[in-house]
Structures are given as structure tokens and as C-alpha cells.
């Protein structure tokens, strides 16, 4: 199968570490750029680990610094360890 030009990429996949990920992703984002910012990155999460405090999220390809200012901002120490286009890019290391 022929790989897909950029622009055809919809999503960007994020690895992120912290804690209670779930709860923390969305309200920073709901904090950094209000209800209208949150709808527009599309926000979604493929899998999380809480033993490990890890996640991989998904989101829109024109949001991805947005999301990754607000997980900057936000009081509660996130990281954001790498983002890729595809998730086995993700899973390689």
C-alpha cells in the first residue's frame, strides 16, 4: 500500500506521561482554549495505562500545538514523549 502525503493525515498520535490523564487532558484544554478549542482538536483516547501513567490520545492535525501548549500550562505535570502519524510509528522507540 502506497503511504499517504501529509496533508491526507488527519490525526497525529501523542504518547504522554502524568497523572490521572484522562481527567487532566480534557480540563487543561477546557482551560487553555475553552469549549470551542476542545471540539476542534478531537479529542480522543485510543489507550491509557494508570499503573504506569501513561496514555496515547489522539487529535486533529491542525490542533496539535494547541493541545500541547495547554498540557504546558496546566498545573499538573504532563509530558508530551513523542507524537507520530501512525501509532506503530508511535510504538516504535
Do not use: H, W
Amino acid at each position: 500500500m502506497k503511504a499517504l502525503i501529509p496533508s491526507q493525515k488527519k490525526k497525529r498520535y501523542l504518547f504522554v506521561k502524568g497523572k490521572d490523564l484522562k481527567e487532566n487532558i480534557e480540563k487543561a484544554i477546557l482551560e487553555f482554549s475553552g469549549t470551542l478549542g476542545l471540539s476542534k482538536c478531537g479529542l480522543s483516547f485510543i489507550s491509557s495505562d494508570s499503573s504506569k501513567n501513561q496514555a496515547v490520545v489522539s487529535v486533529n492535525r491542525e490542533s496539535l500545538d494547541l493541545v500541547r501548549a495547554s498540557l504546558v500550562v496546566f498545573p499538573e505535570k504532563m509530558e508530551v514523549t513523542k507524537v507520530s502519524g501512525t501509532l506503530k510509528g508511535l510504538s516504535k522507540k
